[in-house]
């Protein structure tokens, strides 16, 4: 047979089930004559790589070779949506529509899906280019990162020219699981689907779970909304079925509701319960939306309503969330912290929100300024995360006269070297950066860990640019009566600083290793390293020296990225001497013994696994410091070095390893016992 025929019959079928499975979730052959055939072509296409179609059903698994997002004019207005945050708001629109015009206003309701924003082009029925909104005149070229999501069809059974406007986003479910790989990574779905469709590898975007639903159809056609999207359904897109129609004229809504089952229809006056109703259901959904949109029907009406430069008039959004703040940002500052990460931070003109006033806001990296597409000048709205936290939500107006997208500079603004991309971030590499020292001194002293709170920033400063300290151990070890003289220091302060350096020395272990703050051992880590026996510099250290990282992934909650942090830092020679200079000048290297002197110390030398549930012990850290008070050690796992196993109702998998290797388990009742004295 004729292999370019042979390649075209098995794409059909592939692309057909491929349909089946992703847009209909309803499979119709067995995933393994679709590996087969899926396979056999990839065999074909092998041999015959100039025969490989651009739209194979093979592309779907998408490419190691970097992408580049060139950029590209659309060639449909891409406009975004006017909103509005009241029912009232949304019921004041619809009444002066319907009044304003002679034609009778059929409304539609959709779910404005909290996802990235996406134009599909496709000449004579294929895919050609798949665009980001962009600025609305020029996206983002995604193509081969769009060609992964399966549900996006790649030939459409008519050889048609459209284009498409759509969601790409991403289910709670599937982002939940997906996450939990990636420990919990990506803040949320939203930004994990923007992020994917510009990662800069489409067989990394194969992997991530994202959904598309098709929401404008842009062909030739004089029809109205409704129909285009039965007709974009027809054309194998994913259409939600959540939907409303509101029109006077009965029989054509019956006509719609054979042709978009699932719709929900009534007359214009029902729009608001529909709103309200539906608004309600929110919660339920298994993907995020943000809002309703409220679009007129008929495409003559939308024509003769038209468009501002923004916004078309004959669509609204109702907006959920309260509108935070808008504001311009007026500038975009370099941070670089103290171990290199660098992170721009939005420079706001100072806006109200929720009773405090914002002037900055993280924007943690490039990828997030390119996802929101954001440039100095622009008009952005600020939302406080958790009510706390400001952040740039999104642009609301690009700057007129420079609308382009913020690129964060080569080198570092404090020393010059040249920044090095690591994964999402900009990192300066240079251990020596007077600003990586200045911050990592400003947190060795702050509140919370070594909390000598007589050295505040400026106090930092200023001894840093006299050069009286050029490193941590320094502030140990500087001549503080130098300072005498200097202006604003008088012998009572000194005294107070003198004081409270020397205090700072009773701090603990644990503090005193956060307060390095090596980057990804913080608080939860260092506690959980010094209750698995880590628990000095010299016994971390020999740990490290062996490199072999299972000695710290083994232990519950830290994972291979922890371990990796460790083994680094304490091979890295700086790091090592700054620990020795510290332990000169007399700070704790170990942690002191955890002992309760009240409490006999019966089970000195026991190793204790916990599991199950008990009544008199819950949550169960409270039997876990009854143990340590009497001097046994608490771990997770149960090994071989495991000496007695706390067993309760609902025991699992640890009860039956601790029975193959024989430790002595213990019920609650026989627990108690062995707490008295
Ligand atoms: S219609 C010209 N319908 O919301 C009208 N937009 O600010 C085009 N969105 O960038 C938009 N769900 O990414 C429309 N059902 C929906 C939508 C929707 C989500 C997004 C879209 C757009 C933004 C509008």
Redesign the pocket.
Known sequence: MDIKIKIEEISAKLLKYQYHYYVLADPIVSDNEYDRLFDQLLDIEKKYPELTQKNSPTKRVGSDLDNTFAEMEHSV?????D?EYTGEGITKWVDKISAGSDMKAEYVV?????????VLYYKKGILETALT?GDGVRGNVVTENVRTIGQIPLVLPEEIDIAV???IFIKKSEFERFNKKFENKYSNPRNLAAGSLRNLRSSIVAGVPLNM?A??GYYKNGKGHVEILSDLKALNFPV?KNLALFSGDKNFLDQMKKELPGITTGSVDKIFDYIENHTKERDKLDYD???L?I?VNGIALREELG?TSH??R??I?YKFDSPAAETILEDIAIQVGRNGRVSPVAILAPVQIAGSIVARATLHNQEYIDILELGIGDRVSISKRGDIIPAVERVIEKDEKDPSIYKIRSDCPFCGTEFVKDGAHHFCKNTECPERLRRSIVFFVAKGQMDIDTLGEKTIEFLLEKGFIKSIPDIYSFDQNKLLGEEGFKEKKIDNIKNSIEESKGNDFATVFTALGFEGIGKVAVSDLIKNGFDSFDKIREAAETGDIELFSDIPGFGDITARFLIEHFSDKDKLKLIDDLADAGLRMRAEERKNPEEEQVFAGDIWVITGSFENFNPRSIAAEEIEKRGGKVTNTVTSKTTHLLAGPGAGSKLDKAEKLKIKIINEKTFIKLLKP
Not at 110 to 118: M, N, V, Y
Request: proline fraction near 3%.
């Open positions: 207005s891409v406009l975004s949506l909103k959709e779910e404005k899906l909290d996802g990235a924003s996406i909104r406007r759509g969601e639903f929401y404008e939600n939306i943000d809002g949109v679009k468009e916004h078309p004959w669509a959004a």
